[in-house]
């Protein structure tokens, strides 16, 4: 039996699978937060509590007295401080975290954009990663910076937690801006520049291998009888390319929750003005290119929320799939947006509204807008050197199959919808196979993967042009926004 971990923002997730990788059982648990203005915060130990119940109620209801292997996936940048003899002195920080925002300002002045990318990878100097919240513990809890002795990211805890080893998934570590990616190593110039030294920091993995094994006491705790292998996995939009077969150059894996994120491989490195941010792939010799719109997923259910309160989701893809398209436009940037622009000037749009527009006409709107988002990623992705044959949708939106037709359609890709919806899980399933020796290799994993509808692309001019005014506006509005 193998057990695919996936360490959630919203939720977290077991899911229990035999060696022929066939789903037994599946169990979730919500996270809760403690929010106090720019402020998001989690408790380590109810988060690992929560853990821990989901394994012994997967392990419990299907009678398992053995498990080979677990395997990790999840969020990346919530940071945790911890004290000599590795228990949390604070709440975790969570990525949504941004509280960081004066120390983003503080080290802008230090480092170009151009250098933190050749590094890092990453484009731009944000809240969201932990180097920026070390920082700001520096500045504003000198009780806890002085008293901390090791820096870790969530899913290096919960490994530790598990195994009692101490170590940081390369592919994860990516997300923290004090990471080189391409030396394999920490960025000791940004260490320096937030106060901090190697030593704090857990050692560097591969992603995707083996930390140690479950503690004896854990095992007892579970009712485990042998002596489960723990593996570090990887970020949960890389186990779910993992997951829905998306393992070589070409494709495209998109989830679109409450962000919308694509991730690809790419074996070329950074290059100047890709607009696309490069990550440690979690396959050897390759970077993974991970676009993200933060405003994806959840400009449809802001609209829902604000406007169509009393309609569900089925009730507006039905509605929608009526309507032709028509001049009014939706920039779906309700937080700013991410990636290709990097712009928190950046706001939400309705332009071409008149009397005879309703709400589903807007809903319309919204779906199209944020597929023109995922459009322009798709042509920085090819920008980039890599020529995309497909795009295989997960997570929320790709239960609709309007919005999927209307994705296919602006992006000119065929959308592959997985009959497996719980990519994340499952791939760390594979990961754990694939580690057990049960699997050759990823790529035979990948032949198993089922598809259960495909979405082609069909010739619609009047979104081609009515794509060209979507990036006309959002220039138009990012001017008015600086005025």
């Keep these: 039996m193998y057990i695919g971990v996936d360490l959630g923002s919203t939720n977290i997730k077991a899911a229990l699978y035999d060696k022929a990788l066939n789903l037994i059982d599946r169990k979730s648990k919500n996270v809760e937060y403690i929010r106090e203005n720019s402020f998001v915060e989690f408790d380590p130990h109810a988060y690992c509590e929560s853990l821990l119940l989901l394994l012994g109620t997967i392990i419990e209801n299907n009678n398992v007295s053995e498990v080979t292997e677990i395997a990790f996936t999840g969020q990346a940048e919530s940071l945790l401080v911890l004290d000599g003899e590795g228990r949390p002195l604070m709440n975790t920080i969570s990525w949504m975290d941004e509280r960081s925002v004066k120390e983003c300002e ?9 250098e933190c990318e050749t590094v890092t990878g990453q484009q731009a100097i944000l809240p969201t990663w932990p180097a920026t919240k070390i920082l700001w513990l520096k500045e504003n809890r000198p009780e806890i910076f002085n008293s901390a002795c090791q820096y870790v990211l969530l899913k290096d805890y919960v490994i530790y937690f598990l195994t009692g080893q101490l170590v940081s998934d390369m592919s994860i570590a990516t997300f923290s ?5 391409y030396n394999k190593c920490y960025w000791k ?6 106060g901090i030294s190697e030593d ?54 998109l ?23 490069m990550h440690y792939g979690f396959i050897p010799d390759t970077h993974v290119m991970l676009p993200v719109a933060e405003s994806g997923g959840v400009s449809l259910e802001w609209f829902k929320r604000t406007c169509l309160t009393e309609v569900d989701f089925k009730t507006i893809d039905d509605t929608v799939a009526k309507r032709e398209t028509n001049d009014l436009i939706f920039l779906p940037y309700l937080v700013g947006t991410n990636a290709p622009e990097f712009d928190s000037d950046a706001t939400g749009v309705f332009w071409g509204l008149r009397q005879e527009h309703d709400a589903f006409d807007m809903a319309a709107a919204v779906m199209e807008g944020v597929s023109f988002v995922l459009r322009k990623n798709c042509e920085n992705i090819v920008k980039k050197g890599t020529e995309l044959k497909s795009i295989i949708a997960t997570g929320g939106g790709a239960k609709s199959p309007v919005w999927c037709q ?12 997985p009959k497996e919806k719980e990519a994340a899980c499952l791939g760390a399933a594979i990961i754990a196979a694939v580690s057990d020796g049960e699997i050759e290799s990823f790529e035979k994993a990948a032949e198993k993967i089922e598809t259960e509808k495909q979405y082609l692309p069909r010739p619609r001019p009047e979104l081609d042009k009515k794509y060209e005014k979507f990036n006309a506006l959002y220039d138009a509005s990012i001017k008015i926004a600086k005025m």
């Design 106 to 114: 503080v080290l802008s002045k230090q480092f170009t954009l151009e």
């Design 177 to 181: 801006f004090y990471f080189d990616i």
């Design 189 to 194: 110039k940004m260490l320096s520049a937030i």
């Design 200 to 253: 704090k920091l857990p050692p560097l993995k591969e992603p995707c291998t083996v930390a140690g094994t479950l503690k004896e006491g854990l095992r007892e705790v579970l009712g485990i009888k042998n002596c489960p292998k723990i593996n570090v996995g990887t970020l949960d939009h890389f186990a779910g390319m993992i997951g829905t077969g998306n393992i070589k150059e070409g494709g495209v894996t």
């Design 255 to 277: 989830s679109t929750g409450t962000v919308m994120a694509m991730a690809a491989i790419s074996k070329e490195g950074v290059s100047r003005n890709s607009k696309i941010a």
């Design 406 to 417: 209307l994705q296919a359609d602006i992006t000119g890709l065929p959308i592959i919808i």
